[in-house]
């Protein structure tokens, strides 16, 4: 392994900052593990954007507890300036995701009627189900070798005192310590981890409930959002003026009627447009002089018929006593 000295200080706008691991019961021999920092700059910036720094090659086992205790005790930042921490796949934050979520709702249910007007939001807040899961097996999340951090701060100063105490003690040759002084402080790794995993595996029956019941609820307030968005899209017309017709309960006697008068109204806009076309009072008379032989020739049968039972017809008479 190459000496810190001989490593740069800052690679492609990162600065390399040196950190030392101790000799452990799995590994007896001490080791230096390089993170990179630099001003978070996604592709679709967020309000937290300017207060935030990217870290990429974090360690396997770094916890929220192990990144404030590194910026706040070990780079001699103030307690409390560390908002939160997004690790890579666990809890990856996203501007607005709840907003992305109603969306997607609204547009889903939007499909049945393309000109359908976009309804408020209000109606989608509800409690996300990804937030009521079932009680967790491990204490504690493992990353893959390489893998990258979002660290939020309070503000932008605080953001740049940060990446400055970095520097500063990159500069000065400062050894950081993983894991100094938290002993005891994040759940233990090795055989200790998959005890505590076998515990968490088999929750008792108040928590497990308790995880259930947070469930449903959360499920039963989606649906009546639901149902109440969708409610509203069978009362709002589209741009032409027309209601889309969506799957609801039955309709109460006051709609019904309501229907039934504009379905008259508009079969009374529709009787001056029958005979417009020369094609239609052809195709009317074709059917009048139809009906009218249909008819004749159901009463020649009928007349057949009574001639014939007239013939049958049989007078007894029967002798006096």
């Known amino acids: 392994m190459a000496p810190t000295s001989a490593i740069p200080q800052m690679i492609s706008k990162y600065i390399v900052l040196p950190i030392s691991i101790p000799a452990s019961d799995s590994f007896s021999t001490p080791a230096t593990h390089y993170l990179y920092l630099r001003p978070h700059e996604p592709k679709i910036p967020d309000p937290t954007t300017p207060r935030s ?23 001699g930042l103030s307690r409390g300036r560390v908002e939160d921490v997004y690790f890579e796949g666990i809890g ?53 070798c390489g893998s990258t951090a979002v660290v939020v701060f309070v503000d932008r100063p605080s953001a740049e005192a940060a990446l400055h105490a970095a520097k500063r003690a990159r500069k000065e040759g400062k050894e950081i310590i993983w894991s100094e002084e938290l002993e005891g402080k994040v759940p233990a790794l090795g055989s200790a981890r998959y005890l505590n995993h076998q515990r968490l595996q088999y929750p008792d029956k108040r928590t497990l409930l308790e995880s259930v019941d947070n469930y ?30 969506t799957r609801g309960g039955k309709v109460d006697a006051a709609k019904q009627e309501e229907a039934r008068e504009r379905a008259e109204k508009q079969k009374e806009k529709q009787k001056g447009l029958e005979d ?8 009317k ?35 006096r006593t």
């Open 53 to 75: 720094l990217f870290l990429v090659n974090v360690p396997f086992d770094a916890t929220h507890v192990h990144i404030r205790h590194l910026f706040s005790t070990q780079l």
């Open 92 to 144: 990856q934050k996203r501007a607005g995701a709840e907003s992305e979520s109603r969306a997607a709702e609204e547009q889903r249910i939007e499909r049945r009627g393309k000109k359908r007007k976009r309804a408020g939001r209000n109606e989608g807040d509800t409690n996300d189900l990804e937030d009521t899961k079932l009680p967790e097996i491990w204490d504690r999340e493992l990353h893959r």
């Open 216 to 245: 449903m609820t959360a499920f039963a307030a989606k649906e009546a959002a639901r149902a109440r968005l969708l409610a509203r899209h069978r009362q709002e017309p589209d741009e032409d003026g027309f209601i889309t017709v």
């Open 276 to 283: 417009f076309y020369r094609f239609q009072t052809r195709e």
């Open 285 to 319: 008379r074709k059917e009048k002089a139809g009906e009218l032989i249909r008819k004749f020739e159901e009463d020649k049968e009928k007349v057949k018929r009574l001639r014939e039972r007239r013939g049958r017809f049989r007078v007894s008479v029967l002798p």
